[in-house]
């Protein structure tokens, strides 16, 4: 079992909509979650990060811990085509682990 | 304010070449990496270094090796490059633990 999963995509939204990715993963000693954002040709930059259950805000973004479900999810407010990426859900497993990703999810944000 | 660059951006070699890729950080992290982007796989670690004298291998170490060279450079070679080697190649770096990783801009290496 890979130990962050993203399933289902490419995921497709009308520009000002909500988009919902989703991310769960298998080591329940994991502390700290990313999300990551990767235009095409382009290296990932990190957008959100989140180390205690529930939310966290930061304009437009919000990211959702819930360690009991094993899942992190990021909402985009308003989204806009310039939204348009892959977006890779990335975790620490554990101490002394090292930052494992899931395989990205891509977003099209359509005018 | 450069934070990780990476050389070269494109590289085309011949199955069998050898080469290095360089990464140099000027944020003073003790934490560095090298990972491999394929479609439909991901990210995945091949060495990292958690401090300047130290090495260890990652997920799909084999047909490559490193240098810690010091705290800001750590390189990746490809000893006899394979056609299974073409990837992205990006490095890494971060101060500790916790904290996110900074991406340098990526090597596109084909080999043919």
């Known amino acids: 079992q890979k130990e962050v999963e993203q399933n289902s995509g490419p995921l497709s939204v009308p520009e000002g909509a909500i988009a919902s990715l989703n991310c769960t993963y298998s080591?329940?000693?994991?502390?700290?979650f990313f999300w990551y954002r990767q235009y095409s040709g382009k290296s990932p930059e990190l957008i959100m990060s989140?180390?205690?259950?529930g939310d966290k805000e930061d304009g437009r973004f919000t990211a959702q811990l819930n360690k009991a479900s094993q899942y992190v999810s990021l909402l985009i407010r308003d989204s806009q085509p310039s939204d348009s990426a892959t977006y890779l859900c990335?975790?620490?497993?554990?101490?002394?682990?090292?930052?494992?990703f899931g395989k990205g999810i891509t977003l099209s944000v359509r005018p | 304010n450069a934070g990780v660059t990476q050389t070269p951006k494109f590289q085309v070699l011949k199955t069998g070449q050898s080469m290095t890729l360089q990464c140099a950080q000027d944020?003073?992290?003790?934490?560095m990496y090298w990972y491999r982007q394929d479609p439909g796989m991901g990210l995945r670690l091949i060495y990292y270094?958690?401090?300047?004298?130290?090495?260890d291998k990652g997920e799909v170490p084999n047909g490559y090796n490193v240098s810690r060279l010091n705290k800001r450079e750590f390189s990746l070679r490809l000893e006899s490059a394979a056609p299974s080697q073409t990837s992205v190649y990006f490095c890494?770096?971060?101060?500790?633990?916790?904290?996110?990783?900074?991406f340098g801009s990526g090597t596109r290496l084909t080999v043919v």
């Open positions: 890494a770096s971060s101060e500790a633990g916790t904290i996110g990783y900074t």
């Open positions: 080591d329940r000693g994991s502390q700290s």
């Open positions: 989140i180390y205690s259950n």
């Open positions: 990335a975790v620490i497993p554990g101490a002394n682990s090292k930052l494992t």
């Open positions: 944020m003073n992290h003790n934490s």
């Open positions: 270094s958690a401090s300047e004298g130290t090495t």
